[in-house]
Structure formats: C-alpha cells, structure tokens
C-alpha cells in the first residue's frame, strides 16, 4: 500500500481573526506558491475549506514522496510568515471507491 499525501492549512499565529479567508493579508504569496506547484504537475486537487475553521487542503498525487511534500509546505511564504500552519497526513485512495483510480476499481 503506497500512500498519497495530503496537506491540510489552517490559521497560524498571525491569522486575523474575522477578516475573511481571501482578506488575510499575504495570502496572495500562498496563492502564488501553489499555481506554482500545481503548474509542476504533482497535485490532484486542492482549495480552502468553506466551514468556520478556515485552512485548506492539497491532495498529491500517487508518488509525490514525503520529503517533496514536505519541502513544498515549509516553503510556502504563509507558512514562514505564521499566517497558516501545516499538517501531513497519509492517506489511501481505496480502488474500490474509483475516484483517484485510473481503471476499474
């Protein structure tokens, strides 16, 4: 079982209580870093969450390593200004389920 890896965001230390997601000052950076990711080909899907809490989530794709994962989260310029912290999880995309599968689960 080889797993894929998915990031989660969520507010740092210098998040702004109530001012909205896309007003957080220096999101644009965020934004930028990840055009840049997604333009590399190694992420499947990603988007902040819409509930209360705020963060987000990047899914990678099957063969991202760990190590690559991690070096793209620590140098998102969010994360080293405090405004989002990062959490790597693994994950198993189930074959029976179809949805990241590129044939017949």
């Given at each position: ?32 870093h ?5 333009a590399?080909?190694?992420v499947?899907?990603?988007g ?5 809490a705020a ?11 760990e ?9 998102d310029?969010t ?27």
């Open positions: 079982m080889t797993p894929q890896f998915i990031l989660l965001h969520r507010p740092g230390p210098t998040w702004k209580d109530g001012v909205p997601f896309l007003e957080q000052p220096g999101l644009q950076g965020h934004v930028d990840f055009r840049e990711i997604v590399q080909g190694v499947l899907a990603a902040p969450f819409l509930d209360a963060g987000g989530m990047v899914l990678f794709r099957p063969g991202v390593a190590s690559r994962v991690l070096e793209i989260a620590r140098s310029p994360v080293l200004s405090g405004l989002l912290e990062f959490e790597l999880r693994p994950w198993f995309s189930a074959p029976w389920a179809g949805v990241l599968s590129s044939g017949a689960g």
